[in-house]
């Protein structure tokens, strides 16, 4: 019974090492995660009662360790939000690296009586192309 546990263990142990072999990822760890944060540069305000209007750019930062390459934002999903722009370009993002887009845009909060920007959330599709090649699409959300 003592011999019993011990023998699993180097067992379970000769299995992980075989599949780091034929597996090298999973020894590696997860392939390189270029994420992209978003946020807002606003530029001016203003509101009319009925709808809070921010003039702004778009911030990104590659929070990965590889650079990415022609990176776009596209507005994916809103509620109660008029956004007047289609496509935010952003160019290509070192690693760490921060960059605010060349062109600003307005989004209007519907309904909002608010002087300052509502919590709203606001789903973009973010496409890039990595290191690799790949075009890699992920969905950022932020408010």
């Known amino acids: 019974m003592k011999r019993a546990v011990p023998i699993n263990l180097i067992c379970v142990f000769c299995v992980m090492l075989s599949l780091s072999f034929l597996f090298p990822f999973f020894a590696q760890g997860q392939e390189n995660q270029n994420?992209?944060?978003?946020?807002?540069?606003p530029l001016e305000n203003s509101s009319n009662g009925k709808t809070f209007t921010m003039k702004a750019k778009l911030k990104a930062e590659n929070t990965g360790s590889e650079p990415i390459y022609d990176v776009k934002a596209t507005v994916a999903s809103v509620n109660n939000i008029t956004i007047n722009v289609r496509e935010v370009s952003l160019g290509d993002i070192s690693p760490r690296?921060?960059?605010v887009s060349s062109e600003s845009f307005e989004i209007l909060f519907e309904d909002s009586l608010s002087q300052e920007a509502p919590q709203t959330e606001i789903v973009w599709e973010v496409q890039c192309?990595?290191?690799?090649?790949n075009l890699v699409v992920e969905e950022v959300s932020f408010k």
């Not at 994420?35 to 540069?41: A, G, R």
């Not at 192309?129 to 090649?133: E, K």
């Open 35 to 41: 994420v992209v944060k978003l946020s807002y540069l």
């Open 97 to 99: 690296e921060t960059v």
């Open 129 to 133: 192309i990595n290191v690799n090649g």
